[in-house]
């Protein structure tokens, strides 16, 4: 015995142009029958939430598959799967697509080349999945882009409920970011983890999906973007502030990354608050009151 509900879109051309667009979706659970030998032209992440089954891919490996798992199937890739027939499991899948997909690959959101995905728990994903079958109703005018969002949000609840992942990030990261500000070479940043830089640039690769210096460079700027809106330092001292002796180099490096001189981007963004901004994260669901005028 089983239970299934699904919807089905067809997203417009103008919808594929945002990057990523949903095709599908579906909740199930029981013993559910048997899906394929088949091929797919599009993306399908396949979550269990609990029971289990097995997975056979290309290769006609049988693995197992435990809940809580993430079934990632690719385009033009074969597969053939289905639940324990005695036990069945809890499943709910989302079908997309859009050329954004070669990017979330590329940075290890989506991972063609391990199909079945231990996870630490499905709650985000689930979330996600629940947002996009709200939007499914019919009739709703906002349902390509609405769903579209929520594939979004879903690859990275699926990223970050990963199961060899620490739910905070990876420690390798934290250090680094810890760092950040440090004028270290990645030479420098691997010896203090006790990593060669080859290792380092795998640790990162696989929590971030960049180089260690990119990923430095990222915290970098943003840092020099916040210090240079809400400060009147010295693009030199902000330069220092974020790990750059030179301030030379700096505005160069800045002006590439960025498309703008640092000086011009503080004449854009700059609102000098006394102090600097709060390093307190404000919670949106619940803004501070602000009092209105006295009577």
């Given at each position: ?59 006609g490996e ?71 079958a709200r ?72 929590g971030a ?87």
């Open positions: 015995m089983y239970h299934t509900w699904m919807r089905y879109f067809t997203p417009s051309p103008v919808h594929h142009r945002l990057g990523l667009v949903c095709l599908g979706v579906g909740l199930q659970h029981g013993a559910l029958p048997t899906v394929g030998p088949r091929t797919l032209d599009h993306h399908v992440a396949v979550v269990i939430g609990a029971g289990g089954g097995w997975f056979r891919g290309a290769d049988r693995v197992t598959v435990t809940a809580p798992a993430l079934i990632w199937l690719t385009p033009g890739v074969p597969h053939h799967y289905g639940p324990d027939p005695a036990t069945g499991w809890d499943e709910s899948f989302v079908d997309f697509t859009g050329p954004a997909t070669a990017t979330y690959t590329e940075l290890g959101y989506i991972e063609p080349e391990r199909p079945v995905v231990p996870l630490a728990d499905t709650a985000l994903a689930r979330a996600a999945v629940g947002r996009i939007a499914a109703r019919r009739g709703n005018p906002l349902l390509e882009v609405e769903t579209g969002a929520a594939v979004h949000e879903l690859l990275v609840a699926l990223r970050r409920a990963r199961a060899d992942l620490a739910p905070d990030g990876d420690p390798v990261l934290q250090a680094l970011a810890r760092d950040a500000f440090q004028p270290l070479s990645v030479a420098e940043h691997a010896a203090r983890h006790g990593m060669t830089p080859a290792e380092l640039r795998t640790a990162v690769r696989r999906g960049c180089s260690p210096k990119d990923y430095l460079l990222g915290i970098r700027l943003g840092r020099a973007k916040e210090l240079l809106a809400a400060t009147e330092l010295p693009v030199a001292a902000v330069a220092r502030r974020v790990g750059y002796d030179d301030p030379a180099y700096f505005s160069r490096l800045f002006t590439r990354r960025v498309g703008t001189a640092p000086v011009r981007f503080r004449e854009q963004q700059g609102r000098a608050v006394p102090g600097g901004w709060s390093s307190r994260i404000p919670d949106p669901e619940h803004p501070p009151t602000i009092p209105g005028p006295a009577t």
